[in-house]
């Protein structure tokens, strides 16, 4: 999905049912005028923000209507992953639509700032899945398909904004908790 507002901005999101609500990050939509989803397929659609968290940077976004062959993903239990474990990244990296990438939970129970207020987000997953500006508020997937994070940040050691092998996600079970508020 794609943000319009002062200036424009990049990221990514996936859907949740089949009601057209995608979770995406916070710091993905905020101050955005209009939203736009682009789907795999090519075909966009306005979205309108249905509410948003930014002590957690979680927001849900919602179109109206569904291209065909758009299916929900499942939330996994984030309680259950463990360092080792290997996971995808799906996002939108550099703007570049529909990129994949596998890697390993690297660490569990990190504390991430939330970027907007002074609370941090805990029980971050680190993986070294390679994320990159516009993986923000995909899906981190666990082999068999659920998502068990919300690609967040990444550590950059203050040089350039890519990836250098330290990555964050949301844990799922937060996502289950604050997207139905």
Do not use: C
Not at 73 to 85: A, M
Not at 117 to 127: D, H, L, V
Not at 154 to 172: D, H, K
């Amino acid at each position: 999905n794609s943000a319009q507002g002062s200036g424009a901005a990049a990221g990514s999101g996936f859907v949740i049912d089949d009601s057209g609500h995608i979770v995406t990050n916070h710091h993905v939509i905020a101050d955005a005028q209009l939203i736009t989803v682009s789907f795999y397929n090519g075909i966009e659609a306005e979205a309108k923000l249905v509410g948003d968290d930014d002590d957690s940077d979680l927001a849900v976004i919602q179109v109206d209507n569904m291209p065909d062959g758009v299916v929900p993903l499942p939330l996994g239990d984030s309680d259950k992953v463990q360092v080792g474990q290997w996971v995808v990244a799906i996002g939108n990296p550099f703007e570049l639509s529909g990129s994949m990438t596998i890697g390993i939970v690297s660490a569990l129970g990190r504390a991430i700032e939330s970027g907007f207020t002074p609370f941090s987000i805990p029980q971050a997953i680190q993986t070294d899945a390679a994320i990159n500006p516009g993986n923000s508020g995909g899906p981190l997937l666990s082999l068999s398909g659920e998502v068990i994070g919300v690609n967040a940040q990444i550590a950059t050691g203050g040089q350039v904004a890519a990836n250098a092998g330290v990555g964050f996600a949301i844990p799922s079970n937060i996502v289950r908790r604050i997207v139905p508020a």
